[in-house]
C-alpha cells in the first residue's frame, strides 16, 4: 500500500480529530454561562478561531478541497456561536464589538480581491499563503508558556489533554499536506508537531507542581 492509498483515512482522521479539538470551546462556554461571566477572559482565541477557519474555508473553496471546506464549515459556526456566548456574558462588550468589525472588515476585503483576482492559480497561492502564515502564529502561541514551565520547572499551568490532542490534528494535517503535495498545509501542521511534542516531553522532564508553588500561583501563565 503506498501513500496516496492511505490519503481519504489520513483525510478523515484529520477532519474528526480537528472537529474534536473545535468542540472543546463547549466547555469554556458552559463555565461561562454557569458563572454568569467570561471574568478577564479575552475573547482574541475565539475572534482568532473566527479568521483562522474563515480563511481556510476560502482556500479550500478556491482549491475545491471538500475536506477543508467541510472542517472548517463545522469550525467556522462553532467559532461564531462561542463568540456570541462570550458576547453575551462579557463586561467589555465594547472591546468584543471592535474585534467582531476589524474580522467583518478584513472578510469583505478579502471577498472583493477573490471577486477580482482572475487568475486562480494566484489566488491559490496567496489565500494559501495567508492561511499558513495565521496558523503559524497561531500554533507559535504557547511558546511563552513553555518558557514559564522551563522557568518554575513544573508543567502544572500545560492542559495535558488538549496539547495531546493538538498533537494527533496537526499529524494527520501535516500527512494528509504531504500526501496532497500541499505545503500550506503540510509546513504550519508540522512546525505545530514539533511544537505539541515540546510541550509533551515537559511533562517527562518537569513534574507537575512545583517546589515553588507559592511563586507560580503568583503568576498568570
Known sequence: MNLFELKEPIAY???VTTILQFLSGI???KQYVANRTTAEASSFPFIAGVLSCGIWFLYGLTKRNDKIVMVNTVGLMLMISYTTVFYIYTFKKSAVLRQCTFTFIFFLMLLGYIYVEEDNENLVIRLGSLACSFTLITVAAPMSKLWYVIRVKSTECL???MILMSLFVSVFWYMYGYIDQDLFIAVPNFIGMILALAQL???IIFP???HSSIQYKSTIA
Do not use: G, K
Open 13 to 15: 482522521l484529520a477532519v
Open 27 to 29: 466547555l469554556v462556554c
Open 159 to 161: 492542559p495535558f489533554p
Open 201 to 203: 516531553a515537559l511533562f
Open 208 to 210: 507537575s507542581t512545583s
